[in-house]
């Protein structure tokens, strides 16, 4: 009997977790951006971090905790509690305002982010799964430009919209008592569609420009953590991570109409698109139970990479120097006053965190914009019958973009996570 009921709570749960992910998926077909920079690459790059890191501003490459999913290293997964199951869901909303010389315009976007879930597989080897972003597209906006007298103004919209998503499954192995190791295998797969129209005040023919492109891949990335004990309460956690580049597999189209005569180009490139080499490397530090710090570097190689254009010719193919290697620095903090108090405040995590990235790409021979980070948040227990372990996470980000003479933005992100983390393998007694 002992063992039925055991079943058959796992298997509820289980499928919770699957639909958890199924939601998530569809959730994520939306766009969770209105920003035009996301027109460029394979649009605006994603936040893969969870509910913990979050408020810490995405860093955790050196996080080793054993009751929080950490995605950002696949070592960190043999960490995980013997007896427990770990799901961890996010979601988040948020305001940009775009200025470019006098002119602002504020967007508001709200997204399903991700759904994982992490459990002991094996002594020293942990599991992990889940959904998570790769980026996101989603942009209209118009321009004007006056020729002269005789040629009128002409009008260009722009509008794109979709965004390339995994799911991963992962293993991080504990080899010694200091040294771990770990692999995130992921299913990549999206569309990204994005165009121009032109209309003209005169007899100048209007053109129609749109390009798409389906992507049905995967990706590999590889993750060691290295710890040990600097006194009686501080511990050192250095990690590193490499992401496999290669070829997507994918051939992206362009097609070009002519409005005023119906006249059809269509160009393709085959196996147009790449992921770049990416490193990264972290160091995080303890103190008792009190502070978490880390503090992140990585590199994303995708100046060795070409991406189609068209170019002067006419001709839509593959061109070197429209990307460039991104940079990203994060560091944050973790504190809580004492979790075993009674007092609720007392128990209450507190975050917060800052970053700078490079842009991955060029906007008419000039680099892109830049970015700068802030964030702060909270993690609240949650009581319930069996432990004080399951949190929410709430945190909210500020993100500056800007670059000369381009748009510039200024986005105000709220992060809302929950993670539940409840003994699912401890052996059940029914008197």
């Given at each position: ?320 120097g429209l990307l460039k290697n991104r940079y990203t620095f994060k560091a ?100």
């Amino acid at each position: 009997m002992q063992a039925d009921i055991f079943n058959q709570i796992m298997k509820k749960r289980f499928s919770c977790g699957i639909l958890a992910l199924f939601l998530a998926a569809i959730a994520m077909a939306q766009s969770g951006t209105n920003s035009p920079y996301s027109q460029y690459g394979l649009g605006l790059l994603a936040d893969q971090s969870q509910g913990f890191s979050r408020g810490m501003n995405g860093a955790g490459l050196g996080l080793r905790m054993g009751n929080i999913v950490n995605t950002l290293n696949p070592a960190s997964y043999s960490a995980i509690d013997s007896l427990t199951m770990i799901f961890d869901m996010g979601v988040s909303g948020q305001l940009t305002n775009f200025k470019e010389n006098q002119v602002k315009v504020n967007a508001r976007n709200a997204n399903f982010d991700y759904a994982v879930g992490c459990f002991r597989l094996f002594p020293r080897v942990g599991m992990a799964f889940g959904i998570l972003p790769y980026s996101n597209m989603g942009f209209k906006y118009t321009v004007e430009k006056y020729l002269d007298s005789t040629n009128g103004t002409i009008t260009e919209t722009y509008n794109g919209d979709g965004g390339l998503h995994k799911v991963f499954g992962g293993i991080g192995w504990r080899m010694t008592n200091f040294l771990s190791v770990g692999a995130n295998v992921s299913y990549l797969w999206g569309t990204l569609n994005h165009g121009m129209v032109t209309s003209s005040t005169t007899y100048i023919n209007s053109l129609q420009r749109s390009y798409e492109v389906q992507v049905s891949s995967y990706t590999v990335d590889l993750g060691v953590q290295w710890q040990t004990r600097l006194n009686k309460n501080d511990a050192l956690v250095i990690g590193a991570t490499v992401g496999i580049g290669h070829k997507l597999g994918a051939d992206p189209s362009c097609l070009v109409i002519n409005v005023s005569n119906s006249d059809t180009i269509s160009h393709s490139v085959k196996d147009g698109l790449s992921l770049p080499m990416t490193y990264g490397l972290g160091v995080a530090w303890t103190k008792g139970r009190k502070w978490v710090v880390d503090a992140d570097v990585t590199m994303e190689n995708w100046g060795k990479l070409d991406f189609p254009e068209i170019g002067a010719d006419g001709a839509y193919a593959l061109h070197s120097g429209l990307l460039k290697n991104r940079y990203t620095f994060k560091a944050g903090a973790d504190y809580v006053p004492d979790n075993l108090d009674r007092k609720f405040l007392n128990r209450v995590h507190y975050r917060f965190g800052a970053g700078y990235s490079t842009p991955y790409y060029n906007i008419n021979g000039k680099e892109g914009p830049k970015e700068f980070s802030v964030s702060a948040g909270f993690g609240i227990p949650l009581q319930n019958s069996y432990n004080n372990r399951s949190f929410l996470n709430v945190s909210a980000q500020f993100v500056h973009t800007s670059a000369k003479d381009m748009i510039r933005e200024n986005t105000f992100r709220l992060n809302v996570g929950l993670t539940f983390n409840e003994r699912w393998f401890a052996k059940w007694k029914i008197d």
